[in-house]
């Protein structure tokens, strides 16, 4: 009786191995399963099985073997538990794999709304060209015309994120700094927009307003690269994953080190002014 549950045990736990080891996984989310599961046995091996399992061999199992042969009623006992044991590792799995899978769908749905209402306002701000030449215009009629105060308009390009600001834990840490320091950027514009359309901006000096309005367009141009930036991430996010984004994002940062710390137009090698 021990032999043959010994033997039936082995044959099951050697046939879930092999076909674990063999399922064909060509999907990213299918990878994602498999690590799901895996880690979920892990843990329920080294922090439920493998301390009752210990526990087990010192106050049943040693005792019954050194005593001689172990009824068959114990080890049906054992089998039993064995079966309890693996229907609750299963219903963790599913359990674990049901969380991930609703988290993944808000990701992608987040994600989806974020790049509609990134990509409208990236439209609004470039508007084919017309938005910087328009900015132009206004900057030299404002220099021709003492008088004249240009009006800004209101807009408000961040509705889809203050709706699922209170949820932004969901979004994934290779997106969520480029979507933030965007989002930031365009309240600082629209707060910089409500100040310029007050009493106190018209009752400033003409060189003052144009400052503020120069500032307002540099703001708007920057706000358009970091939309650009933040859609090409939440894009490969999409297509290729976090490990390809996170292969992007330290290329970008290199690249932007490199360019802070060194000048095209200087000769590195040379002496540094005021030296010779």
């Given at each position: 009786?021990?032999?043959?549950?010994?033997?039936?045990?082995?044959?099951?736990?050697?046939?879930?191995?092999?076909?674990?080891?063999?399922?064909?996984?060509?999907?990213?989310?299918?990878?994602?399963?498999?690590?799901?599961?895996?880690?979920?046995?892990?843990?329920?091996?080294?922090?439920?099985?493998?301390?009752?399992?210990?526990?087990?061999?010192?106050?049943?199992?040693?005792?019954?073997?050194?005593?001689?042969?172990?009824?068959?009623?114990?080890?049906?006992?054992?089998?039993?538990?064995?079966?309890?044991?693996?229907?609750?590792?299963?219903?963790?799995?599913?359990?674990?794999?049901?969380?991930?899978?609703?988290?993944?769908?808000?990701?992608?749905?987040?994600?989806?709304?974020?790049?509609?209402?990134?990509?409208?306002?990236?439209?609004?701000?470039?508007?084919?060209?017309?938005?910087?030449?328009?900015?132009?215009?206004?900057?030299?009629?404002?220099?021709?015309?003492?008088?004249?105060?240009?009006?800004?308009?209101?807009?408000?390009?961040?509705?889809i994120y203050d709706a699922i600001l209170?949820?932004?834990?969901?979004?994934?840490?290779?997106?969520?700094?480029?979507?933030?320091?965007?989002?930031?950027?365009?309240?600082?514009?629209?707060?910089?927009?409500?100040?310029?359309?007050?009493?106190?901006?018209?009752?400033?000096?003409?060189?003052?307003?144009?400052?503020?309005?120069?500032?307002?367009?540099?703001?708007?141009?920057?706000?358009?690269?970091?939309?650009?930036?933040?859609?090409?991430?939440?894009?490969?996010?999409?297509?290729?994953?976090?490990?390809?984004?996170?292969?992007?994002?330290?290329?970008?940062?290199?690249?932007?080190?490199?360019?802070?710390?060194?000048?095209?137009?200087?000769?590195?090698?040379?002496?540094?002014?005021?030296?010779?």
């Open positions: 009786m021990r032999d043959a549950l010994i033997i039936g045990f082995g044959a099951v736990v050697v046939a879930v191995l092999v076909g674990l080891a063999a399922r064909p996984l060509p999907r990213r989310d299918q990878r994602e399963e498999r690590r799901v599961a895996l880690r979920v046995i892990w843990q329920f091996f080294f922090t439920i099985a493998l301390p009752v399992l210990a526990g087990l061999s010192v106050l049943v199992v040693a005792p019954l073997l050194l005593l001689g042969d172990i009824d068959a009623r114990v080890w049906q006992a054992l089998v039993a538990g064995l079966f309890i044991a693996t229907g609750w590792l299963t219903t963790a799995i599913f359990s674990e794999l049901g969380l991930r899978r609703t988290r993944a769908e808000r990701l992608r749905d987040y994600h989806k709304a974020i790049y509609a209402e990134i990509g409208n306002a990236l439209y609004t701000l470039y508007d084919e060209g017309q938005g910087v030449a328009y900015g132009e215009l206004t900057l030299q009629k404002m220099r021709d015309d003492t008088e004249f105060v240009p009006f800004v308009p209101r807009e408000h390009h961040d509705h209170d949820e932004i834990e969901v979004l994934p840490r290779q997106t969520i700094d480029a979507i933030v320091s965007y989002y930031s950027l365009i309240k600082a514009i629209a707060a910089l927009a409500d100040d310029m359309r007050g009493d106190g901006y018209k009752a400033l000096p003409q060189e003052r307003r144009m400052a503020l309005y120069s500032d307002f367009l540099e703001m708007r141009k920057q706000a358009f690269e970091y939309g650009q930036y933040a859609l090409r991430l939440i894009r490969m996010f999409a297509d290729q994953g976090p490990e390809k984004t996170d292969l992007v994002i330290a290329a970008d940062r290199e690249a932007a080190a490199k360019e802070r710390f060194s000048s095209p137009d200087a000769d590195q090698s040379g002496p540094l002014p005021g030296s010779e």
